[in-house]
Every structure is written in C-alpha cells, then in structure tokens.
C-alpha cells in the first residue's frame, strides 16, 4: 500500500474518534473530492446508522469482545463490492478504539465464498515426559493415569492433558529432575509438586525438580509457556532463561523465549517480576535482547501477548512473515515468498487457535495484498 493510503487511513481512524483536527478534517474533505470512490467510501463509513452502531459498540465492548466482533466481519461475506479501499477501511468503521495508530485491519466485501484451500489442522494437547533416567513417555489428553512414583513419595499424574505431581511430607534428600518438551504442533499443561501451573506451547522445553529442596525453587525453561506461580515468599520462584534468570513472586505471566528468536519477551498479568534487578508491574512487557544484553519495558495490553493460552490468536498490524513464523510452531507447515514485499504485509487479525490453518488462508486470499499456492504442508506467498 502506498504510505499515502496509509497517511489516509489514520485520518479516517482518527476523524472516527472525534480526534481530527481542522487541518486534517480539511485534508479528507480535499482527498474525498478527488473522485467518487472516495466519496462513496466516505459515504459508507459515515453514514449515521454506521457512526450510531460504532459508538455504541466502543462503549458497550470490552477488547476480546470487540475482537471477536472484528473476526465476525472479516469472515463474513456481503451482497455488494465496493472495491480495493473498503477492504483497507472499512474494518476501521467497527474497531475504531483500536486503530488510532494506524492500524490495518482488513476486511473484504463481496459474495465470494470461502473456498477449501488446504487441510492443516491445528496441534493437539500432547507433550514428552522424559524422566530421570531419561525414559521418554508420550503424554496425550486422553489418557487419565497414574505413571509411577519418580521419586518415593512422590506421585505424577497424567489427567485431562494436565501432568501433576504431588508430594508428601519428609521426602528423601534427592533430587530428580524431569523434562516435559513439546514438539511442533504439541501443547500441554504441567503442575508441580507445590502448586505452579504452567502451560507450554509447541516447541518448548521445561526441566524442573520432581519437589524444590532447600529455600528457592527454580526451573529452566525455553520456548513459550503461560506460568502462574504458587505464591510462597519464604521460598522465592526462578525461571533460568538460557543466561538470565527470571525472579518471580506469586504471578501470572506469559514468557516468550524461543532459541532462533533475536529477544525474549516476558508479559506480566498480575504479581511482580525482575531480570538483572530491573523489574515490571502488572501490564507492563519485559524485553530482553540476547546479543546487546540490553533490557526494554513497556506497556502493553497484556491480551494480545497471552492470546494463545486463551485459545485464539490475536494480531496487530504485524508483518506477514512474522506471523507465520509463530503460527508454524503451531500448526507444522513450511512456508516461502516469492518476493520481499510479501513478506511485509501487516495485517490484524483474531482466529480461534484450535480450528484448522484454513480460516487464516481465507483471510488472507480475501485481501487481494497476497497470493499463495499449497503444496502438502508447504505454502508459497507473493505477492499481488
């Protein structure tokens, strides 16, 4: 898109608002002149019914229920064309809250129906176990079973896709450790012996103690996994990271730490945590870069960062590329561009994370920004 669409549609966000000013109001009166596609755009997004309908939907709306308002019109289909702007703007019409900075929500109006273009499903709740004596055992959220005593006293416990331990009182003085590693396309949940949960995502690892001994309790962890910690101040909770460390007190948060990415993202919900006695509140987003070593934080609405543990995916005005880079650990596919513009696209989008790669394509090919060809588990993107 030319930076002068752009340019366009921030006005329009910001005219939706009540923000405009009167130097940018007579900007989009000079630009809604130019021909009668424009003015039949402006026509569309301003018509009373439409500004009535959207303040209601702004006040009434919290942002997943908005969000899931935005997936409903992009996926729905309409009895008329407007033409290559309203699939950049119009979507601007229901998510204004949201796009006073620009953002690109897309959203096509016409009769096509979707079309099935590929049969990639989405991962399943499933993980490995590798004990102490590195016996590997495939967990599934079907099986409900009792495994073994790893360690006398100690019980692990297979149900509902949720591996738990318990342990008694006055345990040996050993210490065993387990593994619990998803693959591509595997996500499962793990309690521990005191009572932290966490939820891992595909491709990720967490080494951990079958009980904590002495007076801290620390686990490694690499990958993406949502922990809430069991709050105990007398005995402090760590997250080795690779070089750094992650000091937690009884929180909820969200880590991002995958080995081929460039930075760590650590997202706290509720609770306090530090890394290199730097620490972050509620709402806020530890940014750890690997290569300078250096540390950002920022505000962020914490939903966007936590999405995937909810059960859905949620995108905002980010690259193509980026994208599917996240949804491959998911959903196990290969994909490549034909040419760099591709691979810059934004879109904003919300999907269900458990239904197939399919909508998502749909989405896409209803842009018109991108074209694609499935092959098997291999897509090829370029672009229009």
Not at 1 to 7: A, L, V
Not at 157 to 164: D, R, V
């Amino acid at each position: 898109m030319k930076e002068r669409d752009w340019n366009i549609i921030k006005l329009l966000s910001r005219k939706l608002l009540g923000q405009a000013s009167a130097d940018e109001k007579r900007r989009l009166d000079a630009w809604r002149q130019e021909n009668a596609r424009h003015q039949q755009l402006w026509d569309e997004l301003f018509r009373p019914e439409a500004c009535a309908e959207n303040e209601q939907r702004l006040a009434a709306f919290p942002p997943e229920e908005r969000w899931r308002e935005v997936e409903d019109r992009l996926t729905a289909s309409r009895p008329r064309r407007i033409g290559r702007w309203m699939r950049y703007a119009a979507a601007v019409v229901l998510a204004a809250g949201l796009v006073g900075g620009g953002w690109h929500y897309l959203h096509r109006l016409s009769d096509t129906k979707d079309q099935q273009i590929c049969a990639i499903e989405a991962g399943t709740t499933s993980a490995q176990l590798i004990l102490g004596d590195r016996e590997v055992i495939l967990l599934t959220s079907t099986d409900d079973r009792y495994i073994y005593n790893e360690l006398q006293g100690v019980r692990i416990l297979q149900e509902a896709g949720n591996l738990k331990y318990t342990a008694e009182r006055n345990l040996p003085d050993t210490l065993i450790y387990n593994q619990v590693r998803t693959l591509t396309g595997m996500e499962y949940y793990v309690t521990l012996a005191e009572g932290t949960q966490i939820h891992l995502n595909a491709e990720s690892l967490l080494t951990y103690p079958v009980f904590f001994q002495g007076d801290t309790r620390t686990v490694t962890f690499e990958g993406e996994g949502y922990f809430q910690v069991s709050r105990d101040a007398q005995h402090p909770f760590s997250v080795k990271l690779g070089d750094v460390s992650l000091e937690v007190l009884g929180t909820s948060f969200n880590i991002r730490a995958y080995a081929d990415e460039p930075q760590m993202f650590i997202t706290l919900e509720s609770g306090a945590l530090a890394m290199n006695g730097q620490s972050i509140k509620p709402g806020e987003q530890l940014i750890y870069d690997k290569e300078s070593q250096s540390i950002l934080i920022r505000e962020v609405n914490t939903k966007e960062h936590v999405s995937w543990h909810e059960g859905h995916f949620l995108f905002r005005n980010e690259r193509l590329e980026d994208i599917l880079h996240y949804l491959a650990r998911w959903y196990d596919f290969t994909y490549t561009f034909a040419d760099e513009e591709a691979k810059n696209v934004r879109i904003g989008a919300y999907f269900e994370r458990y239904n197939s790669l399919q909508p998502i394509l749909n989405m896409l090919k209803r842009t018109e920004l991108v074209d694609f060809e499935v092959k098997g588990k291999n897509i090829r993107f370029s672009s229009f």
